[in-house]
């Protein structure tokens, strides 16, 4: 007696065998389910930034709120900021700075630091990037008085340079663990 396979195991059997012969073959309709689901090709990520002279006890200005979206900045931002306002209402935090995916400000901006109390003066903000923003980043623009930048590579490198910055160099392009973004 021969041995009858199911056909949930003999359809994809199949399917891979002419797929390797060269011959065309067609998924079974079931399959369609099985697709992953897909990745927005834009994330906005904002923090707010509380600021402290000295910051805080590392050194790094106190983390307000931190959030993504795949909508838009300033989705971002009213996450991040944790208070829902009216159109009416203007927003208290003051944009210090933008990081960009690519250099020369393209690729769109990945990353949005905004201050709790103001602009940048002499001290500034010490800001840390979430992972992939640290291994994505190539270019940024500092507001709002921010016009310098000391920064910290992931690969224990670190300098100071003008904003704003339309390429980060060797060490810094798709490598910025965190930076301090000021005014000089």
């Known amino acids: 007696m021969p041995v009858r396979r199911p056909r949930r195991f003999t359809t994809p059997v199949l399917t891979a065998c002419l797929a390797l012969a060269g011959a065309p073959a067609a998924a079974p309709a079931s399959s369609a ?50 208070r829902t306002r009216t159109a009416e209402q203007p927003a208290d935090r003051t944009l210090l700075l933008e990081e960009f995916k690519d250099a020369d400000y393209q690729g769109g901006v990945i990353y949005s630091f905004y201050g709790d109390a103001g602009g940048c003066d002499g001290t500034g903000y010490h800001l840390v990037n979430y992972i992939g923003v640290a291994l994505s980043v190539s270019s940024m623009k500092g507001y709002n008085n921010c016009n310098a930048v000391h920064l910290w590579s992931t690969l224990s490198v670190e300098k100071t340079m003008d904003l704003p910055a339309s390429y980060l160099g060797a060490n810094f392009n798709d490598a910025v663990r965190e930076l301090q973004v000021f005014h000089r």
Do not use: M, N, T
């Open 33 to 82: 389910g099985l697709r992953p689901l897909p990745v927005p090709e834009v994330q906005y990520c904002a923090a707010v930034l509380g600021h402290l002279p000295g910051a805080g006890p590392d050194g790094v200005s106190p983390v307000l709120g931190r959030a993504c979206s795949p909508g838009s900045r300033a989705d971002a931002l009213a996450l991040a900021d944790g």
